[in-house]
């Protein structure tokens, strides 16, 4: 018996749920209602639950149990979301492959992963399954949706085999989704995700955020990543999701228009792109939207504002990473409050359940309006690095998950990310975070996106650089914007020096891809450019 009591049974008895109960309960609940569609597939819950159990049957039949791996490489489709799906009912650990990424992120997961089934769409990446099955002995099948030179083509057998009974077969403390981090600051690293973790932010993500009644969920994003769980409490309320694959913007606000879809997730660079499209939104009718949520990178508080003003009070914020996704805070609709300007620069409250401290160097709590580092415990919180040990020393030091994103609480407990603490800028002894200059260059009316670095400096160590993308038709030179952000905040702020550009890199999660902005000034220096 524990220390607490509490026998192996109890502990067995309390240990919560599993995402794969969560599926097989929405199949069993919701059978006839539209569950899913992808512009060529249609399918009620009772058809989702047909194609899981499909799966099921093919997984097996490559001896997949329990505690094996799947990985998928995809473009949003529905075989995808069921493939995904059967592994967590069969208690598979499941890596998610962002479509955007490189052949050598991709082949370094699978191996690092230890991967046992790579499942890739045939017209995409048939060519990519196959360059990483040459690279990486250990992986045992490669499968395709579609035909794939060196693959087996899943979608035949598909139709072909009958759908297993869908009966749970994990565990609280498995691990359901093995995901990499965006790899922004170095080599990815695999967090192990356990069901207990997504169960929680599942049912934080339902009970916190102002969903619509009868919920039609538009996943324009990839549904590898932060789309995709949040199909979870969609599924749970018995909604309907529509993937599309990738945001064309007039394909985007046709699907919204045609099938008034009524909730959304889209990266603040997206959103900015149906803000400056006034002419998609004359042609097509966007009422239906009744939450766009937003996430993955900062917004700035201008263009949010300007959004509010086009589609009204439906924003909805999170803020979460990798080792505790989606909702370690939120911005619900009634925290975008337009008479409170300051406070659309928020990630909103720490969400229930979830315990959100900002620590010094020291692990001491700071003061309110004071930076300091956001830390975070509780059920939605990793179970650590996958093979790192080095890493959780550093990263869960002192019973917390240090996220390594420096904010500011004001007095009603909202808080502000000011940056990340690796992107900080050194400039003649001050301080200063990138999104700080970014908000600013932002809030003029000739900016449709910014981003900021530092560049080595003989005088002041960094120098303060702006990359500026104009709206179209907008005119501004960089003495303007220098003198514009010195306005705002002060000489240091001012960038010395500003480039004027066409686009932002972005990475496959849409954050500002900071590491390759800074790649041609710091080649051979010291920092270097993780």
């Known amino acids: 018996m524990s220390s607490t009591g509490a026998t192996p049974e109890l ?10 109960s969560l599926i097989v309960n929405a199949v069993a609940r919701f059978g006839d209602r539209p569950a899913l569609a992808d512009g060529r597939v249609h399918w009620s819950y009772r058809d989702f639950g047909d194609a899981v159990g499909r799966f099921i049957t093919l997984f097996r039949a490559l001896g997949l149990t ?9 473009s949003n489709r529905a075989e995808s979301w069921a493939a995904i799906c059967a592994a967590l009912v069969m208690g598979v650990r499941y890596t998610p492959l962002h479509p955007m990424a490189a052949e050598d992120d991709h082949a370094f997961i699978i191996e690092d992963a230890e991967i046992d089934v790579l499942i890739v769409e045939g017209a995409k990446f048939g060519d990519r399954g196959g360059a990483i099955r040459a690279r990486v002995p250990g992986l045992k099948h490669l499968l395709s949706f579609g035909p794939a030179d060196g693959a087996r083509d899943l979608l035949p057998d598909l139709a072909a085999v009958a759908p297993a009974p869908l009966v749970d077969e994990g565990s609280a403390d498995d691990i359901a989704f093995l995901a990499y981090t965006g790899g922004t600051t170095g080599r990815s690293k695999g967090v192990m995700l356990p069901h207990r973790a997504l169960v929680t932010m599942t049912l934080l993500l339902f009970s916190d955020w102002d969903w619509p009644q009868d919920i039609r969920f538009l996943a324009a994003t990839p549904i590898s990543h932060a789309a995709g769980v949040t199909l979870f409490p969609v599924m749970m309320r018995g909604g309907y999701t529509r993937l599309v694959q990738g945001f064309e913007p007039e394909v985007y606000c046709r699907v919204v228009a045609e099938e008034k879809m009524n909730a959304t997730l889209l990266v603040p660079t997206l959103i900015y792109a149906l803000i400056d499209h006034a002419d998609l939104r004359a042609r097509y009718d966007l009422s239906s939207l009744d939450m766009i949520i937003y996430g993955a990178a900062p917004m700035s508080p201008d263009r949010l504002l300007e959004g509010m003003k ?33 406070r659309l620069a928020s990630c909103g409250r720490p969400s229930p359940f979830v315990d959100v401290k900002l620590l010094d160097s020291e692990m001491r709590e700071v003061a309110v309006g004071k930076p300091g580092e956001i ?8 179970d650590g690095y996958w093979k790192r040990p080095d890493a959780n020393a550093e990263t869960l030091k002192g019973g917390w998950l ?21 992107d900080m800028i050194i400039s003649g002894g001050f301080n200063i975070y990138p999104r700080e200059v970014e908000d600013a260059l932002m809030a003029h009316p000739a900016v449709a996106s910014a981003a900021v670095i530092g560049i080595p400096d003989d005088k002041w160590g960094e120098a303060v650089k702006g990359f500026v993308v104009l709206k179209s038709g907008a005119k501004a030179d960089a003495a303007e914007l220098q003198a514009y952000v010195k306005d705002k905040r002060g000489a240091p702020w001012s960038p010395k020096t500003i480039d004027f550009v066409t686009t932002i890199p972005v990475t496959g999660l849409g954050k500002i891809d900071r590491k390759a902005l800074r790649a041609p000034y710091w080649e051979g220096r010291k920092r270097g450019v993780a």
């Open 402 to 422: 240090h996220t390594g994103d420096v904010a500011v609480k004001d007095a009603e407990g909202y808080f502000y990310i000011v940056d990340r603490t690796k």
């Open 11 to 20: 502990h067995q008895l309390h240990s919560g749920g599993t995402i794969g």
């Open 310 to 342: 086009i589609f009204g009070k439906v924003f909805v914020q999170l803020y979460g990473q990798t080792e505790a996704p989606q909702v370690i805070t939120s911005m619900r609709k009634i925290d975008h409050d337009v008479t409170k300007p300051g």
């Open 375 to 382: 830390c975070v415990r509780g059920p939605l919180v990793m």
């Open 66 to 74: 329990k505690g094996s791996a799947l990985s998928i490489l995809s």
